[in-house]
T-cell receptor
Framework: LAKTTQPISMDSYEGQEVNITCSHN???????ITWYQQFPSQGPRFIIQ???TKVTNEVASLFIPADRKSSTLSLPRVSLSDTAVYYC???????????????FGAGTQVVVTP | NAGVTQTPKFQVLKTGQSMTLQCAQD?????MSWYRQDPGMGLRLIHY???????DQGEVPNGYNVSRSTTEDFPLRLLSAAPSQTSVYFC???????????????FGEGSRLTVL
């Protein structure tokens, strides 16, 4: 299955850029990379999704190298409200048995301080 | 458009009792799934369904049953609750199981279960 590996935690100050890298060595050709944000006592929330190169939206940017074995979520100029756990998720379409078996990793706890 | 709705939000059970956590979505999503999240931990997949009448096991299926008789509903049943099942349960749905649609999961607000 397409497992992911992320740093357990990252600390930052307000106004800085935070970059979280996720490793997904077994990603299949058809699979996308999706990042989620989770606040305490809430369900995860979709942030951004990409297949290759760079994707940017109003919240974040996602950088994916040509081999697609990793991806980096970039949060520009973080604020206190960006303190949350961030997960990367990769689908697994290598076999029909694995379709839909979306397994999250441990996530990265980002703490933003003044 | 309510999205993914979970009930109840909170539940306390005694060991050995049974109950059903309800999950409903109004987005006509084919894919639905259940996760549990223990304190300070990530989400672990319990069961999932790629369409009505089709269910499959995730990482931690023991002690839980599911069924998918309609596209909208995906209930999770605890047959005989154990303290180890104390957790927060999240239901999620998406438009598909492969490609771009697959990873865009929509989550409910969670159901907090305590088993004494």
């Amino acid at each position: 299955l397409a497992k992911t590996t992320q740093p357990i935690s990252m600390d930052s100050y307000e106004g800085q850029e935070v970059n979280i890298t996720c490793s997904h060595n077994n990603i299949a050709t058809n699979d996308y990379i999706t990042w989620y944000q989770q606040f305490p006592s809430q369900g995860p929330r979709f942030i951004i999704q990409g297949y290759k190169t760079k994707v940017t939206n109003e919240v974040a940017s996602l950088f994916i190298p040509a081999d697609r074995k990793s991806s980096t979520l970039s949060l520009p100029r973080v604020s206190l409200s960006d303190t949350a756990v961030y997960y990367c998720l990769v689908g697994d379409s290598r076999t029909t048995d694995s379709w839909g078996k979306f397994q999250f990793g441990a996530g990265t706890q980002v703490v933003v301080t003044p | 458009n309510a999205g993914v709705t979970q009930t109840p939000k909170f539940q306390v059970l005694k060991t050995g009792q049974s109950m059903t956590l309800q999950c409903a979505q109004d987005m006509n999503h084919e894919y639905m799934s259940w996760y549990r999240q223990d304190p300070g931990m990530g989400l672990r997949l319990i069961h999932y369904s790629v369409g009505a009448g089709i269910t499959d096991q995730g990482e931690v299926p023991n002690g839980y049953n599911v069924s998918r008789s309609t596209t909208e509903d995906f209930p999770l049943r605890l047959l005989s609750a154990a303290p180890s099942q104390t957790s927060v349960y999240f239901c999620a749905s998406s438009r598909g199981t492969s490609g771009k649609a697959a990873g865009e999961l929509f989550f409910g607000e969670g159901s907090r279960l305590t088993v004494l």
